[in-house]
C-alpha cells in the first residue's frame, strides 16, 4: 500500500509505534519518512529536483515542495533547482541572488520500488538513531559496572544483553575457569566504549584491576563515601589480588572495614570473583614501608630502594624466600604491581656475599689506582668511599678524619687520585677521537671523556648525532611490553645520568645547532613552573 494512499494520521502512529520499540526520538522517524518520500518524489519528478517532504505533526498531512535557488543570469548550473533573477521576478518584487523559492507539488504515490526504498530509508535513519542513543547512554558509563544478561556465547567471547544493545566480554577479559549458558546474569565492568562502522561497541571486563576496586565500592559504604580510598590493585584473575586501602578518618581502620564483620564484605567480593583470594594491606605514603605491607604474608628483614632506577631490593630471611616470591612469583609480582616498583628479592645470605663482592671490588680498585696497600685500602671502603672522585675532591677534613690519616697524607692521598684521573681521562679521549669523535662532542657541556668514548662505541661521534637521540636512549628506561616491564639500556645509563638530566642535555645541544628557538624553551620551562607547583 503506497504511504500517500494511507490514512494520514497512520504515518504519525507508525512513527510513534517504531519510536516506542527502539526508544528513540519520534521526531527522528518523522525526519527519516520526509527524507525517504522526497528521495521517492526525485525519482518520479527527476533526480536534479530539489524536492522537500515537511511532515505534519499534528494530522500527519505530507506537504511535497520543489525548491529552486536565485542565481546570476549566466551562473545557472541545474535549471531544475536554480532560476536566474530575471525569471524569479514574477514570484517576487525584488528578487536577490541567494533567495529561495518554494512552490508546492503534487503529492506522488509509490510504486513497488520506491516504496522498497523508502523503507530501507527509514530503516537506516532509525538504526542510526539507535546506534546513537546506544553510544550517548554508554558513553558515560564506562568505569562502572553493568548487569547483564548472557545471549550467546562466538569463539570464546561472551555477547552480553545489557537492556539497550549487546556488549561483548572477551576471552581475554572472562576470569579463567568462568563458563556461561545462554540466559545466566552476569555482572561486568565497562572497559571502554568505541564508535565503529558496525555501531557502537561495548567492552565489558571481569579482569580488570577497576572491576575489583568498584566491587569494593558497592560492598563497603566507607569507599562509596569516601572515607577510605582505593589506593591500588592489583590482580591475578581468578587466583590472588591485592588492594591497598587508605582512611582519612583516625576512628575508622581500612582492613577492618573492607573485611567486615566475619569477613561478610570481603566475601561478597570473593564470590563474585569465583573465589579469588584477596590480600587487604593497608596504603602507607613511605614505599619501602608500604612494600614491607604488600609482601604479607612474608617477613622482611631489610629494604634498600633505588628511586631513580624504579627499583627496589628486598632482603628477607633464608626461610622467607619462597613465601615472598609465591608460586609461580606471584606474590612478588603482584606487590610490583601494587607499588609500581620492579622488586628484587634475595636472601640475608645472598646480600651478605653481594656486599662482601662490592667491598672486595672497591677495595682492589683503590689499591691498584691510588697504589696503596690492602689494610689502607679496605680502611676507605669502610668509611663509605666509593670511587676515586670522592676521594680526589671530598673535603680534606673528610680524609683527615680517618684514623690514622694526617693532612700530608690526605694531600698526597688526593694526588695520586688526581693524577690517576686525569690520565683515565686523557686514555678515553684518545681512544675517543681514534673512532672518530668530533670537538664539538668533546666540548660540550656535561659530557665526560669517559661518556664520550661509550657515545663513541654506539657511534654516537658529533653533537648532531647526539642532539638526534632521545632521553630513554642516553639514561635508560622501562617500555612495558604484553604487561611486563622491559629494561631499555641507556647508552650512559652506567654513569648514573637521569632521565631529567638526559633531556636537558639533548635540549641544549639543540639549542647550540639552531634547533630549537631558546625563547620556546623558556616558554616551555615557564609554563611547566606553575603545573609543578599545582602538584606540590
Excluded at 499534528?58 to 545557472?76: H, I, L, P
Excluded at 563458563?179 to 561486568?188: F, H, L, M, Q
Excluded at 662490592?358 to 668511599?385: I, P
Aim: glycine residues 6%.
Amino acid at each position: 500500500m503506497a504511504i500517500t494512499s494511507a490514512n494520514q494520521l497512520e504515518l504519525l502512529q507508525t512513527a510513534e509505534a517504531v519510536a516506542r520499540e527502539k526508544m528513540i526520538d519520534p521526531g527522528l522517524v518523522v525526519e527519516a519518512m520526509e527524507e525517504s518520500l522526497a528521495r521517492a518524489a526525485k525519482s518520479r519528478y527527476g533526480a536534479e529536483m530539489d524536492i522537500r517532504v515537511k511532515i505534519d505533526r499534528k494530522t500527519g498531512r505530507a506537504t511535497f515542495t520543489r525548491v529552486r535557488t536565485g542565481v546570476e543570469d549566466d551562473a545557472v548550473e541545474n535549471y531544475q533547482a536554480q532560476m536566474t533573477v530575471q525569471q524569479a521576478r514574477q514570484y517576487l518584487a525584488d528578487p536577490q541572488v541567494g533567495d529561495v523559492f518554494a512552490e508546492e507539488v503534487p503529492p506522488v504515490d509509490l510504486g513497488r520500488i520506491a516504496a522498497q526504498s523508502a523503507k530501507q530509508v527509514i530503516l537506516q535513519k532509525v538504526r542510526e538513531a539507535e546506534r546513537d542513543r546506544q553510544f550517548n547512554e554508554f558513553k558515560d558509563r564506562v568505569g562502572t559496572i553493568v548487569n547483564g544478561t548472557v545471549k550467546r556465547e562466538e569463539y570464546g567471547n561472551v555477547i552480553v544483553d545489557v537492556g539497550a544493545g549487546e556488549a561483548i566480554l572477551r576471552r581475554n577479559d572472562k576470569i579463567g575457569r568462568e563458563s556461561y549458558r545462554p540466559g545466566d546474569r552476569i555482572r561486568s565492568y565497562v572497559k571502554d566504549v568505541r564508535r565503529e562502522q558496525r555501531g557502537p561497541q561495548i567492552f565489558l571486563s571481569r579482569t580488570a584491576p577497576e572491576f575489583m576496586a568498584e566491587l569494593f565500592k558497592m560492598e563497603v559504604p566507607e569507599i562509596y563515601e569516601g572515607v577510605i580510598e582505593i589506593k591500588a590493585v592489583a590482580r591475578d584473575p581468578g587466583s590472588r589480588a591485592k588492594i591497598a586501602v587508605v582512611s582519612y578518618d583516625n576512628s575508622i581502620d581500612p582492613v577492618g572495614a573492607c573485611v567486615g564483620m566475619r569477613g561478610s564484605r570481603v566475601q561478597a567480593v570473593v564470590g563474585e570473583l569465583q573465589g579469588e583470594k584477596i590480600d587487604i594491606i593497608p596504603w602507607n605514603e613511605d614505599i619501602p614501608t608500604f612494600l614491607v605491607n604488600a609482601l604479607q604474608p612474608a617477613e622482611v628483614s631489610k629494604v634498600v630502594l633505588d628511586e631513580d632506577g624504579g627499583r627496589i631490593e628486598v632482603v628477607v630471611p633464608e626461610e622467607q624466600l619462597s613465601l615472598a616470591i609465591g608460586r609461580r612469583g606471584q606474590n612478588v609480582r603482584l606487590a610490583s604491581q601494587l607499588t609500581g616498583l620492579d622488586i628484587d628479592i634475595m636472601t640475608e645470605e645472598e646480600e651478605s656475599k653481594r656486599r662482601q663482592a662490592e667491598f672486595e671490588e672497591r677495595t682492589k680498585l683503590f689499591m691498584e689506582s691510588l697504589d696503596l696497600d690492602e689494610f689502607f685500602a679496605q680502611l676507605l671502603v669502610a668509611e663509605g668511599f666509593t670511587n676515586l672522585e670522592e676521594v680526589a675532591y671530598v673535603d680534606l677534613d673528610e680524609l683527615t678524619s680517618i684514623e690514622g690519616v694526617d693532612e700530608s697524607t690526605a694531600e698526597e692521598l688526593q694526588a695520586r687520585a688526581r693524577d690517576h684521573i686525569e690520565a683515565e681521562n686523557k686514555a678515553a679521549l684518545d681512544r675517543a677521537r681514534a673512532r672518530g669523535a668530533e670537538d664539538s662532542l668533546i666540548s660540550f657541556p656535561g659530557l665526560t671523556p669517559q661518556m664520550v668514548e661509550a657515545l663513541t662505541l654506539d657511534d654516537v661521534k658529533t653533537l648532531e648525532d647526539f642532539a638526534t637521540l632521545a632521553d630513554w636512549e642516553i639514561a635508560g628506561g622501562w617500555t612495558t611490553v604484553n604487561g611486563e616491564r622491559v629494561k631499555d639500556e641507556g647508552i650512559l645509563e652506567k654513569f648514573d645520568v637521569s632521565l631529567e638530566e638526559a633531556q636537558n642535555m639533548v635540549m641544549t645541544a639543540r639549542v647550540a645547532l639552531g634547533w630549537v628557538d631558546p625563547g620556546e624553551v623558556e616558554d616551555e620551562e615557564a609554563d611547566a613552573e606553575p603545573e609543578a607547583e599545582s602538584e606540590e
